[in-house]
């Protein structure tokens, strides 16, 4: 049985993505920072542990439930913050903000692969890092979530080049979830596609194993 180990997986495409790996026959391993949100996404195949992926012990905590299960067969980097809200312009942006939004969007999903790494390389396994059209353009006040998601595509592929791992910085497009709401307060965002509509797209990603790269699942769904 492959196992997977999604962070963030408590709600948005995090919760998606586990629930359909868990009914197609995968152990999946999530994490979240809320006992009841975690709860709520729970179901058979489903491992939960609770804690924030920029905090060391709880990276260790996931890698030694890792090691209990016994091989790793997908990692996604999932888990995202858009930092201190609402959103301002760089000019506004002090160095603890940065920082906030470089731990959890950047330093946690590279420290968490080094942690991992031996067992996706020996199962074959594929790294998926969630990203955003943000990282490739430059929308005014989204720029340290931006810069963060730019960063961590690039690390994401330069340890596709230097381990030769299937590893891919994923694009999802504009989604109904509670962070996008958190971007436009008060604004109506319901012609945003649920995150579930861009699943298939992700697991046929994993499924065909392209050469690694830069995809956006909405180019993915259109030639499905």
């Known amino acids: 049985m492959p196992v997977a180990l999604v962070t963030g997986g408590s709600a948005g495409l995090g919760r998606a993505l586990t629930h359909t790996l868990a009914d197609t026959g995968w152990t999946v391993l999530t994490d979240g920072r809320r006992v009841d949100r975690l709860r709520a996404a729970g179901r058979p195949g489903v491992h939960a542990l609770v804690g924030d992926v920029a905090d060391e012990d709880h990276r260790h905590a996931l890698a030694r439930e890792v090691e209990r299960l016994g091989r790793l067969d997908l990692l996604v980097h999932n888990a995202s913050t ?69 960063a961590l595509e690039h690390l994401t592929l330069t340890l596709a080049a230097e381990e030769g791992l299937a590893a891919y910085a994923v694009d999802p497009g504009d989604l109904r979830t509670e962070m996008h709401q958190a971007a436009f307060p008060g604004e109506d965002i319901s012609d945003r596609p649920l995150p579930e509509t861009v699943v298939p797209a992700l697991v046929g990603l994993v499924r065909d194993r392209p050469p690694a790269g830069r995809y956006r699942l909405a180019d993915r769904l259109a030639v499905a």
């Open 82 to 150: 858009l930092g201190p809200l609402p959103l301002r312009p760089l000019r506004d942006v002090d160095d603890a903000h940065l920082r906030a939004v470089w731990e959890v969007n950047t330093a946690a999903p590279h420290a968490l692969t080094r942690l991992l790494l031996p067992a996706l390389t020996t199962s074959g396994g594929a790294l998926v890092s969630v990203s955003s059209d943000a990282a490739v353009e430059h929308y005014e006040t989204w720029g340290p979530y931006a810069a963060s998601k730019a």
